[in-house]
């Protein structure tokens, strides 16, 4: 049974928090413009929200933001005056202009208020303590600051997932953890309200790339540094057997009629504000002037 990153128990280490910064470190190190697509997408869509808030931002903050799509992007609309891009790989700098921090996300450096708009595309599903990084977020905001965020969700990689589970069962008669536990939908919106962030929105979309083979797939993922960082992963070369047994399966499957497999990224949608005097509130419960009795036969 999948298990929300949500659920998780704070202070459990689920990842490998020195992976995954090897894993990104290596990303960058590759030929990161052929991968980096799918991130550079979900920016446009994330920035593509602030369309319909009137106001811009003085200071904001690319959390994570790997070659900073999301930081170019609110320069290019004019949101925002000043932009901080962050990574945790500090060889993530390479080609961006403007004012850079390799910074964890789990331990944010910033000081409380001290944010306009804080925005981070593809980068807290690997935090230990989701809740919590949130909340830092929320610190760091200053009044009616506004927080972005889009991360994958449960549903991401599901053929993959499906595939090497059944794979390894196969071969060895049991799986090892290969695929991290995403968030689900239903907890996006809590998470936001638990880490003190009014005005809750989230919504979902489903991008499905194409892909030569399974192994083409697999080498994007490196090439986009997210490999398996998981504490309990599988620490030596996965069997041959398997690989091969996995991609048959996911071939077999899912290929089209042109021979290509899809692979289906689950992207979730957070918005939310801190709070502030002149946004919108609740009515109190029983402060109704109507009856619903009167509009019903």
């Given amino acids: 049974m999948k298990k929300p990153l949500s659920a998780i128990a704070p202070g459990h280490i689920l990842f490998d928090r ?30 593509d929200r602030l369309l319909d808030i009137s106001h811009s931002f003085d200071l904001a903050l690319d959390l994570g933001g790997r070659g900073g799509a999301f930081a170019d992007a609110l320069l290019a609309m004019g949101k925002a005056r000043d932009v901080i ?49 949130l909340a830092q977020i929320a610190r760091a905001l200053r009044p009616d600051g506004l927080f972005l965020g889009a991360l994958f969700g449960i549903d991401s990689l599901h053929e993959l997932r499906s595939c090497l589970m059944e794979a390894e069962t196969e071969v060895t008669g049991g799986a090892s953890p290969r695929i991290s536990p ?58 041959r057997q398997i690989m091969m047994r996995a991609a048959d399966l996911y071939m077999e499957r899912y290929a089209d ?34 009856r619903l009795s009167d509009y019903l036969e």
């Fill in 18 to 47: 020195r992976a995954v910064a090897l894993h990104r470190h290596r990303a960058a190190g590759l030929d990161w413009a052929r991968h980096r697509f799918l991130f550079d997408e979900v920016a446009a869509r994330l920035a």
């Fill in 257 to 290: 009629d042109e021979g290509r497999i899809p692979a289906s990224f689950q992207i979730i949608y957070m918005t939310g504000w801190s709070p502030h005097s002149s946004q919108q509130k609740p009515l109190a419960p029983g402060s109704g002037q109507a």
């Fill in 85 to 133: 891009r962050t990574d945790l790989s500090d060889a993530m700098k390479s080609g961006q202009n403007g004012k850079f921090l390799a910074v964890d996300e789990e331990f944010l450096p910033f000081q409380e208020r001290s944010l306009d708009l804080v925005g981070s595309v593809l980068a807290l599903h690997w935090t230990n303590d989701l809740p919590g990084a």
């Fill in 182 to 239: 995403f968030t689900e939908v239903r907890d996006a919106g809590a998470l936001l309200q638990r880490a003190g962030l009014a005005l809750p929105v989230t919504d979902v979309d489903m991008i499905t790339l194409k892909y030569d083979h399974p192994f083409a797939l697999m080498q994007e993922l490196r090439g986009m540094g997210e490999s398996n960082a998981l504490v309990l992963r599988q620490k030596t070369f996965t069997r």
